[in-house]
């Protein structure tokens, strides 16, 4: 092998891919990209951090175009088809994707926690009294109570909308209502719980594009956090909870469910990156504004 030559440019194209896709560390991809021009340039034309981004996030191949703005102005680079231009996509992308996977992995060292507004709730006994807004803030003598059930594997569910159009989520938390009733301590709790996140249509529909896994719920009154197998790219800014049956049968016989805290954690991509969705289709725009930094806790919570 010649001096100052990587090994890179002895082997085939594809062989080469797999070998830095096996890199799953973003830090270690830039690192590599600094190892020589050649890698460099290897790694832009081949989109390595753009394919990293669309394994660990597969929300993102519904990305229809992109426009970077750059000093308030829109530069839509997607529209242009000249050689220098299709460089600057790449060059554009690598950045773009870059800066997403830093922020992306950050949530591991840093989360941070959102602020809700509440949308719906599947069912609500006594409306306004016990609706889902009281579940926002972590006051004692209020919560949400669904309407009663017949049957205790009965389901229920409550949206809420997170602050920012695109983020990413590692954890949502829930408190389960608990109080004394009928001269004991009751608990209000579902059996298990499951959380989707997507937007709504121009409809004003919930669109799902993840479903976690089920969860279990310790059958007690005190937050219990529920953290993500992998932290999940939420476009769209709509959280689902599903409610899955039910532990505490009332005096008349039927089963409840109700809630008194939710707060979600991850980080925050805005304002660097936002979305518009597309109708019908589903897919979005992305918008990256590459001079400003995502939001940090404190401004996230005053939101």
């Known amino acids: ?125 006594h409306d306004p009294i016990e609706s889902i807004y009281n579940t926002l803030t972590p006051v004692r003598l209020t919560h949400w109570s669904s309407k009663g059930h017949s049957d205790h594997n009965a389901s229920e569910t409550l949206l809420y909308e997170l602050n920012t159009s695109i983020s990413v989520v590692t954890e949502i938390n829930i408190r389960p209502y608990e109080a004394f009733h009928l001269g004991k ?11 989707r996140m997507g937007h709504q249509d121009s409809q004003g529909n919930f669109v799902c594009t993840y479903t976690s896994p089920e969860f279990s719920m310790n059958q007690f009154g005190r937050i219990q956090q529920f953290k993500l197998p992998e932290p999940v790219l939420c476009i769209g800014g709509f959280l689902q909870i599903e409610l899955l049956g039910m532990v505490h049968q009332a005096d008349d016989g039927l089963f409840y469910v109700g809630i008194k805290y939710v707060y979600v954690k991850g980080i925050l991509l805005q304002p660097t990156f936002n979305i518009v969705i597309l109708e019908p289709s589903g897919e979005f725009l992305l918008n990256y504004q590459p001079e400003y930094q995502p939001r940090t806790n404190a401004v996230a919570k005053k939101a």
């Open 1 to 125: 092998m010649k001096k100052g030559v990587g090994f890179l440019e002895y082997l085939e194209t594809d062989v080469a891919l797999k070998i830095l896709m096996l890199l799953n560390n973003p830090a270690d991809l830039i690192r590599t990209s600094a190892v020589s021009r050649f890698w460099h340039d290897f790694v832009i034309a081949n989109g390595i951090l753009k394919q990293l981004c669309f394994t660990k996030f597969p929300q993102l191949s519904k990305i229809s175009g992109i426009v970077e703005l750059k000093h308030k102005e829109m530069d839509n680079l997607n529209v242009e088809s000249s050689s220098g231009t299709e460089l600057a996509i790449l060059e554009r992308d690598h950045k773009l994707y870059a800066s997403m996977l830093k922020y992306m992995f950050n949530t591991k060292e840093s989360p941070i926690e959102f602020m809700l507004s509440d949308i719906s709730a599947s069912s609500t006994d």
């Open 185 to 195: 301590l009751a608990l209000w709790s579902a059996k298990s719980v499951r959380f």
